[in-house]
């Protein structure tokens, strides 16, 4: 049933992995694919958080891991960070299965805001919050930054590093980018 309906996938073509550990990603990806497959709305109960360690989740979890913090489905594990590799615990699922199980029989609240369960759907604002995770607002460079990576100047960067040392080919890469734009 859960692979016919899109909430797993298996770990190869032929082999589900029934015996391998479920990872904290995974976890949060079967649960919002369970939520859209059923027709479950989530409601919003904080804003999206960037763990300190949200470059290492993997891209296919983004939105995901984005939909089930904002839904205080799954939290972090501590430190800001929220563990993407590691593993779920049977006290953590039940706890995963029982918010979800809340969420599926509450009437949401007229005009309560609710959380998206298509997929990707928060992947726009997670890379976006991802790249600009060591770029605070207040940084002299800002502006610039934002403006070229809104013209989509940075598409091959996850995360920039204000502070790590450019390129010759990485400079002419940009200039080169600016070139198809003007």
């Given at each position: 049933?859960?692979?016919?309906?899109?909430?797993?996938?298996?770990?190869?073509?032929?082999?589900?992995?029934?015996?391998?550990?479920?990872?904290?990603?995974?976890?949060?990806?079967?649960?919002?694919?369970?939520?859209?497959?059923?027709?479950?709305?989530?409601?919003?109960?904080?804003?999206?958080?960037?763990?300190?360690?949200?470059?290492?989740?993997?891209?296919?979890?983004r939105?995901?891991?984005?939909?089930?913090?904002m839904?205080?489905?799954?939290?972090?594990?501590?430190?800001?960070?929220?563990?993407?590799?590691?593993?779920?615990?049977?006290?953590?699922?039940a706890?995963?299965?029982?918010?979800?199980?809340?969420?599926?029989?509450?009437?949401?609240?007229?005009?309560e805001?609710?959380?998206?369960?298509?997929?990707?759907?928060?992947?726009?604002?997670?890379?976006?919050?991802?790249?600009?995770?060591?770029?605070?607002?207040?940084?002299?460079?800002?502006?610039?930054?934002?403006?070229?990576?809104?013209?989509?100047?940075?598409?091959?960067?996850?995360?920039?590093?204000?502070?790590?040392?450019?390129?010759?080919?990485?400079?002419?890469?940009?200039?080169?980018?600016?070139?198809?734009?003007?």
């Amino acid at each position: 049933w859960a692979a016919e309906n899109g909430v797993t996938e298996g770990v190869s073509d032929t082999e589900f992995g029934r015996d391998r550990v479920l990872s904290r990603q995974e976890g949060a990806v079967f649960v919002i694919r369970m939520a859209h497959v059923c027709g479950i709305s989530l409601p919003k109960a904080a804003d999206m958080t960037m763990f300190r360690d949200a470059a290492d989740i993997s891209a296919f979890a983004r939105s995901s891991v984005t939909a089930c913090q904002m839904a205080k489905l799954l939290s972090g594990k501590g430190g800001g960070k929220f563990d993407p590799s590691g593993v779920i615990t049977n006290e953590e699922a039940a706890a995963l299965v029982y918010r979800l199980y809340g969420a599926a029989v509450k009437d949401p609240v007229s005009g309560e805001e609710m959380i998206s369960t298509e997929p990707d759907a928060y992947e726009d604002e997670f890379s976006q919050k991802l790249f600009f995770l060591k770029v605070p607002e207040t940084s002299w460079a800002y502006q610039y930054i934002k403006t070229l990576y809104d013209m989509g100047m940075y598409v091959e960067i996850s995360a920039f590093d204000p502070t790590a040392n450019t390129t010759r080919l990485g400079f002419v890469k940009m200039l080169y980018e600016l070139h198809i734009i003007l």
